[in-house]
């Protein structure tokens, strides 16, 4: 899958994913009406809405981008309901052709994260079938419990030829408190970036591991950094847009080659139409707002990556 990742972002110059993070206030009032008539003001209803949201951003910009990255706790704070419009949205953009990006930031002892592996990346024995389940492409994986909780996910990605993100430095202001925290003289990020490049290095792809990293676009000194630390990890990099972090910022976090990251924005893209300057599509045209903040995102990060050749 990182060589179809590679291949997606060369053939469409896009190194971009949208995020599908849909909350209830960014479903334009016609989705919401529409879902409340069929299912009532319920955990169904909300489901039906967000899947409803959804599909529009996904018909408008599939053509554009090489992966999608749904956030899945904006599924599950919706409970069953919220994790089958999750599941509907993962498969249709299989059937758009997308990668997707299942952000779930799991990880856990050994047994467990094997579970959670099976469950999003895996395939699971029931009786005597085997059978697909969430079957995201990718997983975002959280390091904290260290190798044993991230091996299971290096062994489904192996035969599964999927892939994971592992959180190296998080975008969010307090990120620091922990990351940032120097141990014999170095920052723990660091020190995980440098187990990243381990882990990945026996999960090669043709030019990438499939053990990449995630790195907030909005510490650009440290994805500098992080980028020599993991040269062969690829890096999907939140934080773009919404959170503040700028294009020219994100110049470092690719290589040479002019691959090596991907750049996520979800509420840039998925709310375009509720903000200035895509206000003008109107809520009936989210998709076409999404559209249009997808292409000016492309432009804008290919635009610093020239300038900088
Ligand atoms: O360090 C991290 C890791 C993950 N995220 C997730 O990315 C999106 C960002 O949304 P925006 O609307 O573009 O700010 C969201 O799903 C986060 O949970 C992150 O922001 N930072």
Redo the contacts with the bound molecule.
């Keep these: 899958m990182i060589n179809k990742l590679c291949e997606k972002i060369k053939k469409l110059g896009a190194p971009v994913v949208a ?1 599908l ?1 849909p909350m209830l206030s960014y479903v334009p009032e016609h989705i919401l009406k529409r879902s409340f008539e069929e299912y009532g003001e319920t955990l169904k209803g909300a489901a039906d809405a967000i899947w409803q949201f959804n599909k529009g951003i996904v018909d408008s910009v599939c053509d554009l981008i090489p992966a999608v ?1 749904p ?1 899945i ?2 599924y599950e704070q919706f409970g069953v309901e919220g994790m089958e419009a999750y599941k509907k949205t993962v498969d249709y953009c299989h059937e758009k052709d997308l990668i997707v990006i299942g ?1 779930v ?1 799991r990880g856990d002892i050994g047994s467990t994260s094997a579970a959670y592996a099976t469950g999003h990346l895996g395939r699971v024995q029931v009786g005597n079938t085997v059978q697909k389940v969430f079957d995201e492409d990718f997983a ?1 994986v959280n390091p904290y419990l260290g190798t044993d909780g991230i091996k299971p996910f290096v062994d489904v990605c192996k035969e599964e030829k999927k892939g994971i993100f592992i ?1 190296v ?4 202001p307090s ?1 620091g408190e922990f990351q940032d925290r120097l141990m014999d003289g170095r920052p723990l990020y660091e020190w995980v970036g440098e187990k990243v490049a381990q882990w990945g290095e026996a999960c090669m792809g043709d030019s990438y591991s499939y053990v990449g990293a ?3 676009a ?1 510490y650009p000194e440290m994805g500098k950094v992080l980028r020599k630390v993991m040269p062969k990890s690829f890096i ?1 990099v ?6 503040g972090g700028k294009a020219a910022d994100l110049v470092p976090y690719f290589n040479e080659d002019g691959l090596g990251a991907i750049v ?8 375009a139409y509720k903000k200035e300057p895509y206000a003008k599509f109107g809520a009936e045209n989210f998709g076409e707002a999404s559209r249009q903040a997808v292409l000016d995102m492309i432009a804008d990060i290919n635009g610093a990556l020239q300038a900088h050749i």
């Design positions: 995020g993070d990255k956030q706790a904006m952000d930031k975002t959180l430095k998080t975008s969010n990120s995630v790195v907030g909005t999907l939140p934080g773009y847009g919404a959170q996520n924005s979800s509420r840039g893209i998925i709310a």
